[in-house]
């Protein structure tokens, strides 16, 4: 179990945040659209939370932190950067790393156009891509999971559907998973891809090939939704390994379905960047 788990007013929204009970430097975790924190239950409560201070947050409309009190503002890659870099001055941390996973990797490089002291991005799922319609197809593979993830309303099915997918059709499956995109907010959903297509926040190719700060770039060898041509054909400035790193037989959460392959990589970048 988390070390310490409390509730954290926003100007976005109140935010559920789960603390691991390491005493080494802070790293935040960002969740995926339609997931929650509890996503990252092993590096929570294995060697690496008891090394480092994890802060795993729910976005809000997500898991257990209230829905946006203005979705247009905070629906978004640049609005939920804004609330990321907000709990951390709240929390008094200058100088961090960032897993992000699917939608937590797009906010965390759009992090680092709003925070100096951020040391470092581990993105998983996540294809740096212009945000066009163009842009997003070329990092994106096509699939039914595509036009789910800005979908407002979903039926029993398109639930059930979609937690399995984004979890790994191979993964460990837990209710939690289901619950956690049941209880989304659909307007996070809808406001979040159309702000994508529509281009709001950064040029994420031109800011991987600018960066001045290490990103490991992580895929699951069977991700279904990422393109991973794509993924190794980016001319990174700074590309943690100087690889891409492709885990076979792993879909779209490594950290959650194969923990004993991404964990030791995980370790091995924030020893690296903190």
Known sequence: MPAMSYMLPTSHATIAVSESGGSGPPVLLVHGNSSCKEVFRNQMEGEIGRHWRLI?????????????????????????????VEVLDILGVARFAVLGWSLGGHIGLEMFTRHDGMA???????????????????????????????????????????????????????????????????????????????????????????????????????????????????????????????LPGVGHAPFWEAPQMFDPLFARFLTDVL
């Open 56 to 84: 795993a947050i729910d976005l809000p409309g997500h898991g257990r932190s209230s829905n946006a009190r203005n979705p247009r503002r905070t629906y978004s890659m640049p609005g939920y950067a804004d609330m990321a």
């Open 120 to 246: 470092g991005l581990l993105a998983t799922g996540t294809p740096p891509v212009p945000l066009t319609p163009e842009g997003l197809g070329r990092g994106f593979l096509p699939s039914e999971h595509m036009g789910l993830a800005g979908k407002e309303v979903f039926t029993p099915e398109d639930a059930a559907a979609y937690a399995r997918q984004t979890a790994g059709v191979n993964a460990p499956y837990e209710p939690f998973l289901l619950d956690a995109v049941r209880r989304t907010d659909g307007r996070a959903r809808a406001c979040m891809i159309g702000g994508a297509v529509a281009g709001w926040g950064a040029d994420e190719l031109r800011l991987v090939e600018t960066l001045d700060k290490p990103l490991a770039i992580v895929s699951g060898g069977d991700e279904p939704f990422v393109n991973n041509d794509y993924l190794q054909s980016i001319r990174y400035a700074r590309l943690w390994d100087g690889k891409v790193h492709i």
